[in-house]
C-alpha cells in the first residue's frame, strides 16, 4: 500500500466499511465524514497482515452545521445510528461546537476540523458524495499513515498544551501495541 488510490480501494472492497458510509450518509447531514481511526486501523490492519478487524473503541461520524450547536441533537443522531446499525460504537460530533474541546479557534468546516486532530495519521475522513460516490479526505497527506507513523498535527506541535494532550493520547491509545510496526513521534519539531 502507497498510494491514496490504494487506501481508497482498501475501502471500497470492504462491504462492512461501506455499510457504515451509507449508513451515516443517510443522516443527510451537512458536510458529514466517518473520519480517524476507522479509516486508520482499517490501512494498519492491512499492513500488519491481520485477517480480523482490529475492534474500533468508536466510529466517529462528524458534521458542521453552526446553526445546530445542540449536543442533544448529536445523541439524536447517534441512536439513529444505532437504530440502523444495532452494536456499533457510533459517536456523532458537530464540529461547529468542538473546536472549544482543545480551545481552538472556531473551525471553517469539517475538513479544517479534521486537519487539527491530534494525529497526522488519523486525521483523515471518508464519505460518499452526493453523486454516492467514495471521497477520502487526508489534510496532512496520507504517507504518516502508511509509514505506520504517529506524528503531531501543526496545530498541535507549535502548542506546548496541545503536546500534553496529543502525548496523553498515545500513551492512552496503545496503538503500538495493536499495531506493532507502528513508530511514535515524540513530537519534536520537523522541518
Known amino acids: 500500500m502507497k498510494t491514496k488510490e490504494d487506501v481508497l480501494n482498501l475501502i471500497e472492497k470492504d ?6 458510509l451509507r449508513t451515516a450518509e443517510s443522516l443527510q447531514l ?17 499492513l500488519h497482515g491481520y485477517a480480523d478487524r ?3 473503541g468508536d466510529i466517529d461520524v462528524i458534521y458542521f452545521d453552526e446553526n445546530a450547536l445542540d449536543e442533544e441533537l448529536e445523541k439524536d443522531y447517534e ?9 456499533l460504537p457510533w459517536s456523532v460530533k458537530n ?5 472549544e474541546a482543545n480551545a481552538l479557534p472556531p473551525y471553517r ?3 479544517d476540523a479534521i486537519s487539527q486532530f491530534p ?3 488519523t486525521a483523515l475522513g471518508a464519505k460518499l458524495d452526493e453523486h454516492g460516490e467514495f471521497e477520502l479526505t487526508a489534510p496532512h497527506g496520507m504517507d504518516d499513515l502508511i509509514r505506520m507513523k504517529v506524528c503531531p498535527t501543526p496545530a498541535f506541535e507549535k502548542d506546548e498544551r496541545l503536546m500534553e494532550i496529543y502525548h496523553q493520547r498515545v500513551e492512552s491509545k496503545k496503538w503500538t501495541e495493536k ?5 511514535v513521534d515524540a513530537g519534536i519539531k520537523r522541518h
Request: hydrophobic share 45%.
Open 15 to 20: 462491504g462492512w466499511m461501506m455499510e457504515v
Open 30 to 46: 451537512p458536510d458529514w465524514w466517518v473520519c480517524a481511526g476507522f479509516v486508520r486501523s482499517k490501512v494498519w490492519d492491512r
Open 54 to 56: 482490529t475492534p474500533l
Open 79 to 87: 441512536s439513529q445510528l444505532g437504530r440502523l446499525m444495532p452494536g
Open 95 to 99: 464540529q461547529a461546537r468542538m473546536h
Open 109 to 111: 468546516s469539517a475538513v
Open 119 to 121: 494525529e497526522t495519521a
Open 179 to 183: 499495531w506493532l510496526k507502528v513508530e
